[in-house]
């Protein structure tokens, strides 16, 4: 189907800051393009920038559902006074303008609990998303066939995935002495690191150089590899060969492993 981009000239910083501002930017111009040069829709998807929200309801006709990956003010730093003054009014817009949606919608109970848990007005209200779990194509995966001890983290290069605890942790087994796995030698284990990746993005090419530093510092970057975007018939590939899954949300600060 035909994909029409609006807002390409509008940067996604300036100067490697105000990322929201300029994205808040991006989204509201795309919201006056549907408002002024298209007549009508049934249904509009926001996806993550909830600004958009009360644009859109001006087309009386249209509902609108909201996607809400995670609170965006849970994810954005809040390390210093100023950053706190910049990002006040962004996060009390957020919470009020995902609120006018229609229908909001999380892709996990945990997301949405979270949702309840950081949007207090809108849960005072009775304002609640409904859960709708992401569809899987479980066909597209080969049976795992792993004969080593291969971990196995996909994430976007971004620091609040954490992957360094991956590293960290991966760095720990790789120390144990005797035979503590029965079965496995450690050292046969690897590290694989995968995920989007973007060369324009400062914060990728800044993480991705931190973490291969980190494996140099903990003495386990010759068993740690690191690929950016892979592609889905790779990444299908890497799943199919790893004995285990890591995840490591920075939110919670704990490590999850997903054994196939």
Avoid at 16 to 31: E, T
Avoid at 48 to 77: G, R
Wanted: glycine residues 4%; charged residues 20%.
């Amino acid at each position: 189907f035909p994909v029409t981009v609006y807002g390409a000239f509008i940067p996604q910083h300036i100067f490697y800051h105000l990322h929201a501002v300029c994205a808040y930017l991006r989204c509201i111009f795309v919201a006056l393009c549907m408002l002024f040069l298209w007549p009508s829709f049934d249904v509009i998807l926001a996806d993550q920038v909830s600004v958009v929200i009360p644009l859109m309801k001006l087309k009386k006709s249209a509902k609108v559902v909201f996607y809400c990956h995670f609170p965006d003010l849970l994810l954005a730093q809040h390390t210093t006074a100023l950053r706190r003054i910049y990002r006040k009014p962004i996060d009390f817009i957020e919470e009020m303008t995902t609120g006018m949606a229609d229908l909001i919608l999380v892709n996990s109970k945990f997301t949405a609990s979270t949702f309840a848990n950081t949007f207090k007005r809108l849960d005072a209200r009775g304002i609640k998303p409904d859960v709708l779990y992401p569809a899987v194509n479980v066909d597209q995966f080969d049976k795992p066939h792993a004969f080593k001890l291969n971990f196995l983290s996909i994430n976007r290069f971004e620091r609040k995935k954490n992957i360094d605890l991956a590293i960290s942790a991966f760095a720990m087994l790789h120390a144990l002495e005797g035979d503590v796995l029965e079965g496995h030698n450690l050292a046969d284990a690897s590290l694989t690191v995968a995920g989007g990746f973007d060369k324009r993005l400062r914060e990728n090419v800044k993480y991705l150089e931190e973490l291969k530093s980190l494996a140099e510092r903990e003495g386990v970057s010759h068993c740690v590899n690191f690929i950016t975007s892979c592609s889905t018939a790779e990444r299908n590939a890497l799943l199919s060969e790893c004995l285990c899954v890591l995840y490591t949300p920075k939110v919670r600060q704990k490590l999850i492993f997903s054994t196939n």
